[in-house]
């Protein structure tokens, strides 16, 4: 249940505050050339984001590849991802102003994605969010990924926020089972990389930018909000 005061505002990174698509498949495609093997789609690549890279890789490589292919791929896509994560890689429209307002109308703010955690800080940095943010973090910052509640239940520790006063903001199914399976509301952009997952996993609300979700939040915080 939402509380009249939210807190918390939890962000995925990768089709919510980044549109970081063309970047990642260049990167998918370029370990796979190293592989000997030709290019897929970009918009394959684009629908097997959202679950930490070795599960892009190994999607990217199919069932047939084994387990040793996978593991050099996926070396390979780190170190060039690392070297090109920022090449295309923007914010989308919006989001620096939604942020704004978030955090000058008191709410705290993290990211929690399934990224790796040290590009995921690089990108936050090289965009120039870091000041909004006072965690950032990865697939491997903890023992377990989204959709485990681990990162935002972390999250909510460490900010001493309960569930009722924290938002998961996020484009994919992945994202509404880690609020459900956390127990707090969730917000879905349809902008992302997967909005069709969204019509599957519904989240409490469904919004078209990002000054949207700065609306429910900030009319929270003034007690204005609909429950």
Avoid at 103 to 120: D, F, H, M, Q
Avoid at 126 to 143: A, I, K, M, Q
């Amino acid at each position: 249940m939402i509380r009249s005061d939210l807190e918390l505002i939890i962000f995925d990174l990768d089709g919510t505050l980044i549109d970081s698509r063309l970047d990642l498949a260049n990167a998918v495609n370029a370990a796979r050339t190293r592989l000997s093997l030709g290019p897929i789609e970009n918009e394959r690549v684009y629908s097997y984001v959202g679950n930490g890279a070795p599960v892009l890789m190994r999607r990217a490589l199919g069932a047939e590849a084994s387990d040793e292919t996978v593991r050099i791929a996926l070396e390979y896509f780190l170190d060039y991802y690392g070297e090109h994560k920022l090449d295309c890689t923007r914010l989308y429209p919006g989001v620096l102003e939604a942020l704004d307002r978030m955090k000058s109308g008191g709410a705290t703010l993290a990211v929690l994605t399934n990224k790796p955690v040290g590009i995921s800080q690089a990108i936050v940095d090289g965009l120039g969010l870091r000041d909004y943010f006072f965690r950032v973090y990865g697939g491997n910052s903890f023992e377990r990924k989204k959709p485990d509640p681990m990162g935002i239940e972390r999250l909510m520790e460490e900010t001493g926020v309960q569930a009722g006063q924290t938002l998961m903001v996020g484009d994919s199914s992945v994202d509404v089972r880690t609020a459900r399976n956390a127990g707090v509301p969730v917000a879905g952009v349809s902008y992302g990389f997967q909005p069709e997952s969204l019509a599957e996993t519904p989240p409490d609300y469904l919004v078209d930018r990002m000054e949207a979700v700065a609306d429910i939040v900030i009319a929270s915080r003034k007690g204005e909000l609909n429950q």
